[in-house]
């Protein structure tokens, strides 16, 4: 079992940065990659990005160049950097955890509660 705890959302403004936090803790956390997502209100969840605890990166086209997957593995914290905010970006940001070539399709072995971010303009 896996469990994952984001934080650092809140309320931001366009144009503001913010980084996300996802604290990843279970006895077999180290054999999984890592990965955000996002809600939007009335949309489906939306993959970002996805790390390995080796350090291979995978972003969506969406996203690339201005967000960045990072990850602390003597913490076993994974990190989302958001730059240039915009109010677009508003949804609920969701931590995974799975493998690292299925992550992007949405095969996912645990998900986190996800924290909120809003973007005002």
């Known amino acids: 079992q896996v469990q994952l705890v984001e934080s650092g959302g809140g309320l931001v403004q366009a144009g503001d940065s913010l980084r996300l936090s996802c604290a990843a803790s279970g006895r077999t956390v180290s054999s999984f990659a890592m990965a955000w997502f996002r809600q939007a209100p009335g949309k489906e969840r939306e993959f970002l990005a996805a790390t390995s605890w080796a350090g291979v990166k995978y972003y969506a086209d969406t996203v690339r160049g201005r967000f960045t997957i990072s990850r602390d593995n003597t913490k076993n914290t994974v990190y989302l950097q958001i730059n240039s905010a915009k109010p677009e970006d508003t949804a609920v940001y969701y931590c995974?955890?799975?493998?690292?070539?299925?992550?992007?399709?949405?095969?996912?072995?645990?998900w986190g509660k996800g924290t909120l971010v809003t973007v005002s303009s």
């Open positions: 995974a955890a799975g493998g690292i070539g299925t992550m992007h399709r949405g095969i996912v072995a645990y």
